[in-house]
């Protein structure tokens, strides 16, 4: 036995593993070096094989673009059909994207960047050859066309295949050598992990031997446990402080927005209510001057003074229609259970009378009982039956359907169908908004207040409100509510 060995066995057991314990530990440091290179020159390499796919991708894509402005070149000339021509331009754009790509991937390589400047002169020849195909068949006709299709066209066509397969052999060259490279790192890759695997091995042996310094640590782990337990209270209770003074300033926000709303909507309704008096006294004003003036004014006085009258009259039903929308917002609602069923007829037969010698279908389907507000559900589907028969005059048969689906969980969903004029789905969330109308008043009357009250309404019952519409293909109007669980 060396003296360097005799003294290594008279130290102390702690020692002496820690001493192996740290050769060890080297030896598998060293290890799992080798191991992450070996793995980065794995993951390398096949990026590389990766990046070869795609470069032959591209190119089967250029090739398949190029055949295809052929095809439509020749399906021109046979027919004339100028959509050929456009999809040729097409098909040339295609082309031209892939090139930009595979200028991008073969940045690297000398060679391919030479066959690549060449397949792109190729495709612009091919591309810049067309305006002359389409002059030529206009002004000879197909025959000549089509021979200098197959003389220029032929030519380019077999030095683009040509040169596609000559830059397809040189990347299944590169991607052979690259999967050549690929197999070896992994075959070095599981040398490696097998020697560190083994080395893991032995560690855990070794670490049986170190149960007394395991114990210190230990020791020392609680201690810095407890501390960090006794900072995460600190820690919780200042975020707990913090959230409680967060709530109180969004309590007072909210507060704070309740009251202004309250105060805008009475505004509104002080507003709109005070200019009701004006506008009577303009209307009767306007009613004695026309009566007093007989025959003195001419007709276009006449017809502008009716101009007058109507437009006062207009205004007269847009304050009570804003007067009813602030209203609805600030009335108490009284709630009981309704059949929706017996409402929707009960309005439908109110409306018959209003609309004589026209002819509608009605379709009313089963309907569910809700818990609302009589008066306001009241409103809600007089607008949106109003909307119907309004929208529907221009049709020789006006095809109305009521009806209800079963919505998300615990709500019901009622819709009114129409065959009507409908509207552009783009505008569809103006259509709830206060004084917003997609068509014109000189076609269809109305203040585009009505549906501006369907949503406060309904968003006051808890549910929600959408329109679905084709111009000139009807419209269909739904809205949700709680269900009713009798």
């Avoid at 855990?204 to 609680?222: L, Y």
């Avoid at 018959?352 to 010698?357: A, D, K, N, V």
């Avoid at 309404?457 to 111009?471: D, F, K, N, P, Q």
């Amino acid at each position: 036995m060396s003296a360097s060995a005799r003294h290594f066995k008279r130290l102390p057991l702690g020692v002496r593993f820690l001493a192996g314990f740290g050769a060890a530990l080297g030896i598998l440091l060293a290890a799992g070096a080798v191991q992450y290179r070996t793995i980065q020159t794995l993951v390398e390499t096949e990026r590389w094989v990766a990046h070869t796919d795609v470069v032959l991708a591209e190119l089967e894509g250029t090739l398949s673009a190029v055949e295809s402005m052929e095809s439509d070149s020749r399906g021109y000339v046979a027919t004339g059909d100028l959509s050929f021509v456009r999809e040729r331009q097409d098909w040339a754009l295609t082309a031209k994207e892939h090139l930009r790509r595979l200028r991008v991937l073969t940045a690297d390589n000398p060679r391919q960047r030479a066959n690549l400047d060449r397949l792109n002169l190729l495709v612009e020849g091919k591309v810049t050859l067309m305006p002359q195909v389409v002059a030529l068949r206009s002004e000879r006709g197909p025959v000549p066309a089509a021979e200098l299709i197959a003389q220029a066209h032929g030519t380019l066509m077999k030095e683009i295949h040509t040169l596609v397969a000559a830059m397809e052999a040189e990347e299944n060259r590169l991607l052979a050598a690259r999967r050549a490279t690929s197999r070896a790192s992994a075959s070095r890759a599981a040398r490696v992990t097998a020697f560190g695997s083994l080395l893991a091995l032995v560690l855990a042996v070794v670490a049986g031997w170190i149960i007394h310094t395991d114990i210190v640590a230990r020791t020392q782990a609680g201690k810095e446990l407890k501390e960090q337990i006794e900072e995460r209270e600190r820690a919780q209770e200042e975020i707990k402080r913090l959230n409680r003074s967060l709530e109180q300033r969004v309590a007072e926000r909210t507060a704070e927005l309740a009251a202004s709303n309250k105060e805008l909507e009475a505004f509104t309704y002080s507003v709109a209510h005070d200019l009701r008096a004006p506008l009577r006294h303009m209307d009767a004003f306007l009613a004695l001057l026309i009566k007093r003036s007989g025959g003195i004014l001419e007709e276009t006085s006449c017809r502008y003074l009716d101009k007058v009258t109507a437009a006062a009259r207009t205004m007269a039903v847009l304050i009570d229609d804003l007067l009813q929308f602030s209203r609805l917002g600030r009335n108490e609602m009284a709630k009981r259970v309704v059949n929706l069923e017996a409402l929707v007829q009960e309005i439908r037969l109110e409306f018959e009378g209003e609309t004589p010698g026209r002819k509608i279908a009605w379709k009313i389907g089963r309907l569910p009982e809700v818990i609302v507000d009589p008066a306001m559900l009241r409103v809600v589907m007089v607008n949106l039956l109003s909307n119907a028969l309004k929208f529907t005059r221009p049709c020789a048969e006006a095809r109305i359907e009521v009806g209800s689906i079963t919505g998300e969980a615990n709500e019901d969903v009622i819709f009114v169908k129409d065959n009507g004029v409908g509207f552009d789905p783009r505008y569809s969330n103006k259509l709830f908004n206060v004084f917003q109308r997609l068509h014109y008043a000189e076609n269809f009357e109305g203040t585009g207040v009505g549906l501006a009250n369907v949503r406060r309404i309904i968003e006051r019952h808890g549910g929600l409100v959408w329109a679905e519409s084709t111009e000139g293909a009807g419209a269909m109007f739904s809205f949700s509510l709680p269900r009713f669980e009798a």
